[in-house]
């Protein structure tokens, strides 16, 4: 701001003296508590006080409180104070906050070592989360006469007035050229024409510009009435001199006073409705609520009636809809508001329907112009085109008669939706000065409308990277029954590091994780991709817990300084009937025992974060029993901002006991106890697992010996086995593909033995274990063969390496079709 506004130039500094002076200007922020949290050089220049001093002082005490009166009978180069355009309110009533609206004034106060200063003042209420309640500018007025050396000359005004053909600039205020010309050095987007209009509106009306960028239509304050501000400045000097003289104001003068006042009043009126509108519309980013906001906002103050059209991609929270709109262009009635007796116009223009415009109606006009349309009274004709495009419903009754503005609802020169707009017939037509002001209401309910679009947008875009990056966990495992959750964060973004996470692993065991990368947004998402993909790699190797977590840390040390993450590595065997577990600085597991359903945090070594480098892991083992849940989560379910995370824990530890009647009832009730706290900000991961085990009766094992002798014999128990479990279905399959496996570890494979297993489950596994860490492959000339048919055969197949060797499996579903 200071570099754009707060700026000195020596008198008739530029290229050859022509250029006019620049006038510093006071920048002043006041805190909601009227403590002065910026002050700027140009203020200490004016006021007289140094930043140091004045930083955390009362305002009240710095600035000018008080509206300035001339002296006895002084004439200013203005005309007399009273003629002052921005009369108003002193600057206290800005100051003390009973004003929230833009203010302007005049005022004089003494300043230490100066004569007394005459100042311009503007005050313009900030609205945001911050401390920041008001900002102040401020001029010494004497620096604008025209009679200053430095003051702008009427040279300037001239070559203005040859660049922006008509705009009457405000030339009764002094220094409104050199504005207008500096701006776009300050701007370099900036045409001519909106600086002209900027300064038009500050400086005639008192009223910012909040925002103003090179591709969007942003509002800035219609300048009506200013092509008489030249005839009005000569009114005004005339009145100076007749004052001057002590000579009554002619009654002309006193009459266009008087109509000048009442087409003030009505601009100010419109303004108070658009700062009034600004502050109803864009409190949320919920694309809904801010089309209710925005369709509100307008009824019944400036309009009866007001439907909203959106393009379809902005209905669905796409990206920002391409090309111009044509006669195909769906548009998606999302709003009605009226001030009609209740349900008249549901049945005929129903919320949510879409429909095309034809090119000859002024919607189709407005959508392709970007520009407003008004149609004073829609007369028989007009409403009967109109009816027509509403197929078998009659609408003439609703809109014939009444006064109609189309406005665009645009961003970045896009048209995003429109907005119908009907008066009654006993209220005041449409007139330009409701045009104006429906296009600025129309801009910012555009950029308000955008911004929930990009947000929503942004948002689904999240969700699906989020969804993408997280693993499709089977319902159900060997050996035990999983069920998972995820909850995204609450903070902007909604993308986090949390994961959870399930591996299939040799001897029907699974491998159950659940991490937590430090940090949230797009990073904190592709760390966690990058650590999972690398922990299902790790664990296909079938590494010990706490070995994948010495591993897992080692590579996130290689990939950066940054890599930071908490994990929880379990692997149940549910034929042995126990847990392995390690922990890498997460939060510990909850087990429910089913004997008597009670709950507690598992005793594990915490172990440091992934990442940090240098410190051992540790692995637990746990007997469990069949039927005893395991419940995994991370931080973000238990830990609450100002709450202590043994509340969380002891919490999660009452409701995974809770009876359930199912899996996703117990997430659900662990869900339901801990979300409902409120606070929580961060992304939630839970993964639940009840340890069904699987009995030794579903078990059956042989060692057989490296001769080719056994793969008969691997034959014959295997068929044996399946009938004795009334799968003799599966006779034929098992028995090939168990006799190409063996035939291969027989042959090719190192040590003594060859281990053969079956499992029944919900799927009938068979495992062959060697001694030989060589994996074989399709392609191999050795193995090539008999893989091939198992995987034909097989429901699925795969081979991993063990610390002893390695086991080829593969699996057939043993349920009937």
Same mark, same amino acid.
């Given at each position: 701001?200071?570099?754009?506004?707060?700026?000195?130039?020596? *008198?008739?500094?530029?290229?050859?003296?022509?250029?006019?002076?620049?006038?510093?200007?006071?920048?002043?922020?006041?805190?909601?508590?009227?403590?002065?949290?910026? +002050?700027?050089?140009?203020?200490?220049?004016?006021?007289?006080?140094?930043?140091?001093?004045?930083?955390?002082?009362?305002?009240?005490?710095?600035?000018?409180?008080?509206?300035?009166?001339?002296? =006895?009978?002084?004439?200013?180069?203005?005309? @007399?104070?009273?003629?002052?355009?921005?009369?108003?309110?002193?600057?206290?009533?800005?100051?003390?906050?009973?004003?929230?609206?833009?203010?302007a004034g005049r005022a004089r106060l003494t300043v230490p070592g100066r004569d007394r200063v005459d100042v311009l003042w503007w005050a313009y209420p900030l609205v945001g989360p911050g401390q920041e309640r008001l900002l102040v500018l401020a001029a010494d007025a004497e620096r604008l006469r025209p009679d200053m050396p430095d003051a702008p000359d009427d040279r300037t005004a001239e070559a203005f007035e040859r660049i922006a053909p008509g705009f009457a600039l405000h030339t009764d205020f002094p220094g409104a050229e050199e504005l207008a010309r500096k701006l776009p050095e300050i701007l370099p987007s900036m045409s001519v024409d909106d600086g002209a209009r900027i300064v038009g509106q500050v400086l005639e009306l008192g009223y910012p510009v909040l925002?103003?960028?090179?591709?969007?239509?942003?509002?800035?304050?219609?300048? +009506?009435?200013?092509?008489?501000?030249?005839e009005r400045k000569a009114r005004r000097e005339r009145a100076a001199r007749a004052l001057a003289q002590g000579l009554p104001l002619p009654e002309e003068l006193a009459a266009d006073d008087e109509g000048e006042d009442l087409e003030y009043a009505a601009v100010r009126e419109h303004l108070e409705f658009l700062n009034e509108v600004s502050g109803?519309?864009?409190?949320?980013?919920?694309?809904?609520?801010?089309?209710?906001?925005?369709?509100?906002?307008?009824?019944?103050?400036?309009?009866?009636? @007001?439907?909203?059209?959106?393009?379809?991609?902005?209905?669905?929270?796409?990206?920002? *809809?391409?090309?111009? *709109?044509?006669?195909?262009?769906? +548009?998606?009635?999302?709003?009605?508001?009226?001030?009609?007796?209740?349900?008249?116009?549901d049945d005929v223009v129903p919320v949510g329907e879409a429909m095309p415009f034809p090119a000859h109606t002024p919607f189709f006009q407005c959508m392709t112009s970007g520009e407003p349309v008004l149609v004073p009274r829609i007369s028989e004709q007009a409403g009967h085109a109109i009816a027509a495009q509403f197929e078998k419903r009659d609408i003439r009754p609703l809109i014939t008669g009444r006064s109609m503005l189309v406005v665009p609802l645009k961003a970045r020169d896009v048209v995003l939706g429109f907005m119908i707009l009907l008066r009654h017939p006993e209220r005041p037509v449409f007139n330009d000065m409701d045009r104006v002001t429906g296009a600025e209401l129309a801009a910012r309910a555009g950029l308000v409308l955008d911004n929930a679009r990009m947000y929503t947008y942004q948002e689904s875009v999240a969700e699906t990277l989020q969804d993408s990056m997280l693993p499709h966990i089977p319902r159900r495992m060997a050996g035990c029954d999983i069920a998972t959750r995820y909850l995204?964060?609450?903070?902007?973004?909604?993308?986090?590091?949390?994961?959870?996470?399930?591996?299939?692993?040799?001897?029907?065991?699974?491998?159950?994780?659940?991490?937590?990368?430090?940090?949230?947004?797009?990073?904190?998402? $592709?760390?966690?991709?990058?650590?999972?993909?690398?922990?299902?790699?790790?664990? @296909?190797?079938?590494?010990? *817990? $706490?070995?994948?977590?010495?591993?897992?840390?080692?590579? $996130?040390?290689?990939?950066?300084?940054?890599?930071?993450?908490?994990?929880?590595?379990?692997?149940? =065997?549910?034929i042995g009937s126990e847990l392995h577990l390690a922990n890498a600085g997460h939060i510990p597991p909850v087990l429910v025992r089913a004997a008597d359903g009670r709950s507690g945090l598992l005793d594990l070594p915490t172990g440091a974060p992934i990442g940090v480098g240098g410190v051992p892991f540790e692995s637990v083992c746990v007997r469990v029993e069949p039927g005893d849940r395991l419940v995994m989560c991370t931080d973000g379910l238990v830990e609450v901002r100002g709450e202590d995370i043994g509340v969380g824990l002891a919490t999660l530890c009452e409701s995974a006991a809770h009876p359930a009647a199912s899996m996703d009832d117990a997430c659900d009730t662990i869900i339901r106890a801990l979300n409902t706290r409120g606070g929580r900000k961060d992304d939630v991961a839970l993964l639940m697992a009840r340890l069904g085990g699987i009995a030794p009766e579903d078990v059956a094992e042989w060692r057989l010996a490296r001769d080719p002798i056994e793969v008969g014999r691997a034959r014959a128990v295997v068929r044996e086995q399946l009938h004795d479990w009334d799968l003799a279905r599966l006779t034929d399959p098992a028995e090939l593909m168990v006799s190409e496996l063996v035939t291969n570890a027989v042959r090719h494979a190192h040590g003594r033995h060859v281990q053969l297993r079956l499992v029944r489950g919900d799927t009938l596994l068979c495992e062959v274990d060697d001694e030989d860490q060589t994996l074989p492959t399709l392609l191999s000339a050795e193995c090539g063969r008999g893989l091939r048919v198992v995987s034909t055969l097989a429901r699925e197949w795969g081979a991993s390496r063990t610390s002893a060797g390695k086991t080829v499996w593969f699996e057939l579903s043993s349920r009937r079709r």
């Open positions: 701001m200071d570099r754009g506004t707060e700026t000195d130039a020596p *008198p008739g500094g530029g290229a050859g003296g022509d250029a006019a002076g620049r006038i510093p200007l006071a920048v002043v922020v006041v805190d909601r508590g009227g403590l002065v949290s910026h +002050w700027s050089s140009g203020a200490r220049r004016l006021f007289g006080a140094a930043k140091s001093e004045a930083i955390g002082r009362p305002a009240l005490d710095l600035l000018p409180v008080s509206g300035a009166l001339p002296e =006895d009978d002084e004439i200013t180069p203005y005309g @007399a104070y009273a003629a002052y355009d921005g009369l108003g309110p002193g600057l206290e009533s800005s100051l003390d906050g009973r004003l929230n609206y833009p203010a925002e103003f960028s090179q591709s969007d239509r942003v509002p800035v304050t219609p300048d +009506w009435g200013v092509a008489r501000r030249t109803k519309i864009g409190t949320s980013l919920d694309l809904a609520q801010t089309i209710t906001e925005v369709s509100r906002a307008v009824v019944p103050r400036f309009t009866d009636v @007001a439907g909203t059209y959106l393009r379809e991609q902005v209905v669905a929270g796409e990206g920002f *809809p391409d090309g111009v *709109p044509d006669t195909t262009t769906l +548009w998606h009635r999302v709003a009605v508001e009226h001030t009609d007796e209740p349900g008249r116009w995204p964060g609450t903070l902007l973004g909604r993308v986090g590091g949390d994961w959870f996470d399930s591996v299939k692993l040799p001897g029907a065991r699974t491998a159950l994780v659940v991490g937590d990368v430090m940090g949230h947004g797009l990073n904190s998402a $592709a760390m966690m991709g990058q650590l999972r993909t690398a922990v299902q790699t790790m664990a @296909a190797l079938d590494l010990p *817990p $706490a070995q994948l977590l010495r591993s897992l840390d080692d590579l $996130a040390q290689r990939l950066g300084d940054t890599y930071l993450a908490t994990c929880l590595y379990a692997v149940y =065997d549910p």
